[in-house]
């Protein structure tokens, strides 16, 4: 079995926190706790927490309605302070990289390097063009800081701080085994107030894009189009009118899905201009915004590739005790979550 402890994936979403704890056996990882808890609006703005006892409470709500008592914990940061890129260097030896590291990532970063935190790993080496590929990520310190401090707040312990993308990835592969070399995918995960894009070719994230138009900005666009109070455009989006949508509604639902998608295309566009890398040949869909059918068409017709609503929830057994229409109904939503709950602690030797 492999080393070190799973920890409880704890995703904090603009607009809901998810939780997830695994069990691991010989045969199988199962789910065997899960919570989902609304935050309330205007809680996270702009990828910062307005609100940190909101969350601080969701977060001990989603503990204690699971039942979970670990507390140790991985939590996932996203959004315009986090920074992945793939970066080529002259081929160098570890030492020299570790030298040079802080200058290159300087060139890379549009932020000052002391407030960021920041990793790398080498992708690829390619002697006989001198060159290698590394990959660069880096995040804001405050704002990882801010994350944790909230989350020791609701008495966890946050031991491991993951990027949502690797989060994503790692759910992927886990379901649909490592990438061959030949085939490149985006995955987009349509959250409330981001839209992720994360290009993965040769088994790595080749490109990552955040995008501030998401699930929150449809309804945003239905409720001024149509003139709806907020939670009357939510509902119709999410169906909960159980079909009997004005078509009004419908057509404004359409339209916004439309400039998302656009901006997808767009993203698809720029990675395969500027990256050298192969084409993207499908396109997977996560987040809460994986269930908004019209989207993921109106990706489909604007990216003119098949589009897949990834189900994170194939790779799992499910324990007999979890209810399982309830995780079932938020899939697409436990990504990020589900990703992180497959991080583990570094084994502690006694
Ligand atoms: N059945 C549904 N149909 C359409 N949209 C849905 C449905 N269920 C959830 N959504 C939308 O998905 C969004 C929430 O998704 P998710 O939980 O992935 O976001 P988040 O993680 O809280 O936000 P972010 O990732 O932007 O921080 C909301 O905009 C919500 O309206
Ligand atoms: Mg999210």
């Not at 979970?68 to 793939?86: M, N, P, T």
């Not at 085939?183 to 790595?204: M, P, W, Y």
């Not at 994230?205 to 455009?233: D, Y």
């Amino acid at each position: 079995m492999a080393e070190g402890k799973l920890l409880v994936g704890v995703d904090i979403g603009a607009s809901s926190i998810k939780v997830v704890q695994l069990k691991e056996s010989r045969r199988a990882l199962t789910i065997v706790r899960h919570a989902y808890v609304d935050l309330p609006r205007d809680t996270i703005i702009d990828g910062h927490v307005m609100n940190p006892s909101a969350v601080t409470e969701a977060l001990e709500q989603a503990f204690a309605q699971a039942k979970i008592s670990q507390k140790e914990v991985a939590i996932g940061v996203y959004g315009q302070s986090v920074i992945v890129r793939k970066i080529a260097m002259p081929l160098m030896t570890k030492e020299e990289l570790q030298e040079s590291i802080g200058w290159e990532a300087e060139q890379h970063i549009p932020f000052d390097i002391k407030q960021m935190t920041f990793d790398y790993e080498v992708l690829a080496r390619f002697p006989e063009e001198q060159r290698m590929d590394v990959l660069l990520v880096a995040a804001k310190r405050d704002e990882v800081n801010d994350v944790a401090t909230i989350v020791r707040d609701a008495k966890l312990k946050p031991l491991v701080v993951d990027i949502n993308a690797f989060a994503i990835q790692n759910c992927l592969e886990r379901s649909l085994g490592t990438l061959p070399p030949d085939r490149t995918i985006a995955v987009v995960d349509v959250g409330a107030a981001n839209t992720t894009i994360n290009v993965l070719s040769k088994g790595t994230s080749a490109f990552t894009r955040e995008i501030q138009t998401a699930g929150a900005s449809i309804t945003e666009e239905v409720r001024k189009r149509c003139n709806l109070g907020w939670e009357q455009a939510e509902a119709y989006k999410c169906g909960a009118q159980g079909g009997l949508v004005p078509q009004d509604v419908n057509a404004a639902i359409d339209q916004a899905c439309a400039n998302l998608a656009g901006e997808v295309h767009r993203s698809l566009d720029f990675y395969l201009a500027t990256s050298g890398e192969a084409d993207v040949t499908r396109v997977y869909v996560c987040g809460g915004g994986a269930s908004l059918a019209p989207l993921c068409r109106a990706i489909e017709e604007k990216t003119r590739r098949p589009v897949e609503v990834f189900d994170p929830l194939s790779s799992f057994a499910v324990d007999g005790k979890v209810d399982e229409a309830a995780l079932r109904a938020r899939a697409p939503q436990l990504t990020v979550a589900l990703g992180l709950a497959l991080r583990r602690a570094k084994e502690v030797r006694a």
